[in-house]
């Protein structure tokens, strides 16, 4: 190994990681001298830790810069999904403070295992060769398996810790082998030479590699939790404790994104013929399946875990129409959806009390009568998912649509929205339930201003950018153009 790959030069375009591993490393010891009463200067330093990192990426904007003899890459997408990671765990954790103090949950393990998976997604936001996206979506996956067990005393938390390892590790395999099958074809693990070689290729892909996509799609199918690879998200959205559910499908979302835009966009685009076969099925399988599974649910949890899915399949829409409009449009819909999907689970935080969790759907009835500020948070939510104006989930499927149709998939753009028809009867439900139905029994609000802040700001944000989606859809066509 070269003495330039320790130089400064070399070194900064990663100092945002090294930063949060050393200073959760730090955070790890110093817990272990903590008394139990204590524990909150672990969540603050954690809090800070989260917050310097963000500052510090923002600093390393720059220039796209590949590092790490093509292991690492800093460019403008990397940066913003980092941000993006970080304040949205941050957002979490602010929210979830009363709640895991309740619960005794609010330990050194916790928080550092919530570092420890931001830290994977920002490794996966940055990969540019296979092994570094392997490594980075491993350090996530365990410690979101070790955040959904760290509940002991719970049978219901055990049981989905365990399928979520076991189906996990499932995918896992199969995305390594088709990463493996994909060497075979291309001789490289670089996405950027596997790109070159399949572009000047002038035979078709052999057939390993073409059984290596598949392999490659069923894998990040799994990750983002599109059908019919989505067994392991209602369970564990159901049995998790609702920050480790807002941990599992808010942040990781992100980095699922930054995954499927290094290998498929990037370094698997000329295969777009083929992959994107497989993602009309996922996108068609996870719309319908989600929406009309949704309908059924009377737990919340289980509920949004379904429509967690069928906005998978708007994500894999714009994914598939291949083209930077497409790319950007996804991008824009995956923050979009992280926005809602804090505000939702926010809302269940929100309410929750000792001995109690509110997420059935009748726990919310009458909520106007207790907090028609709150009532309407979860009323901007709820649109929003539906896809309403003038909110944010209106623009992102929008854009999403848009590509699509500008693709071709005519067809599909018209399933989309008749299936959207659909699933609006479950989130209108909840509109009903709140501001229709007399309240049922006792409702107390978290009395923390930190988590009332947070869950206002998104839905504060959901309308800003329902008004004024502009800007923020020019940032992420940018981050796109730059990446590509």
């Not at 330039?4 to 050393?22: D, K, N, Q």
């Not at 029994?441 to 950018?465: C, H, K, N, Q, V």
Request: glycine residues 8%; aromatic residues 10%.
């Amino acid at each position: 190994m070269s003495q330039a790959t320790f130089s400064l030069a070399t070194l900064a375009p990663a100092m945002p990681e090294i930063v949060l591993l050393t200073l959760a490393s730090a955070l790890l010891l110093i817990d272990a001298f903590l008394a139990e009463s204590d524990r909150h200067i672990t969540y603050w330093l954690t809090q800070v830790t989260l917050a310097g990192t963000a500052v510090l990426t923002i600093l390393t904007i720059g220039p796209s810069l590949v590092t790490f003899n093509g292991m690492f890459v800093a460019d403008m997408l990397s940066q913003l999904l980092k941000v993006a990671i970080l304040v949205t765990v941050a957002a979490t954790l602010m929210m979830s403070r009363t709640y895991l103090e309740l619960r005794g949950l609010l330990k050194g393990e916790f928080l550092t295992l919530a570092l420890f998976g931001t830290l994977g997604m920002m490794v996966m936001a940055s990969a540019h060769n296979f092994v570094t996206l392997f490594l980075g979506l491993e350090l996530m996956a365990l410690s979101q398996y070790s955040l959904v067990a760290l509940q002991r005393d719970s049978v219901r938390a055990t049981e989905a810790a365990m399928k979520y390892f076991v189906l996990g590790a499932l995918s896992s395999g199969l995305l390594l082998y088709g990463m493996s099958m994909i060497y075979g074809a291309t001789g490289s693990l670089d996405v950027s030479r596997v790109a070159e070689v399949l572009e000047r290729g002038n035979s078709p892909m052999p057939l390993i590699g073409v059984f290596g996509l598949v392999f490659v799609v069923a894998g990040i199918a799994f990750k983002l939790g599109n059908a019919p690879f989505h067994m392991w998200i209602p369970d564990v959205y159901h049995g998790a404790a609702t920050p480790t559910t807002l941990l599992v499908g808010g942040a990781p979302k992100l980095a699922a994104f930054a995954f499927i835009m290094r290998l498929l966009a990037t370094g698997l685009q000329s295969m777009n013929a083929d992959w994107s076969q497989m993602l009309v099925i996922l996108a068609v399988a996870s719309m319908f399946l989600g929406n009309v599974v949704a309908i059924a649910q009377e737990n919340l949890k289980r509920m949004l875990a379904y429509s967690t899915i069928s906005h998978m399949g708007f994500v894999v829409m714009g994914i598939l129409a291949a083209t930077e409009t497409g790319y950007g449009a996804a991008l824009f819909y995956v923050i979009a959806y992280t926005i809602m999907t804090l505000g939702s689970f926010g809302m269940i935080l929100l309410l929750s009390r000792a001995g109690f969790e509110a997420e059935n759907l009748e726990d919310l009835r009458g909520l106007n009568q207790r907090s028609k500020w709150y009532a309407f948070v979860m009323l901007v939510m709820m649109f929003s998912l539906t896809g309403l104006p003038p909110t944010m989930g209106f623009f992102a499927k929008l854009f999403v649509l848009q590509a699509a149709l500008e693709a071709g998939y005519t067809w599909l753009v018209v399933f989309a929205v008749l299936i959207s028809v659909v699933g609006a009867f479950y989130y209108l439900r909840i509109v009903k339930i709140m501001y229709m139905d007399p309240p049922a029994g006792e409702m107390t609000l978290d009395p923390r201003t930190d988590a009332r802040w947070i869950l206002s700001a998104t839905a504060i944000a959901t309308l800003f950018f329902g008004f004024m989606p502009g800007p923020l859809m020019d940032l992420c066509a940018r981050a796109i153009t730059a990446s590509l």
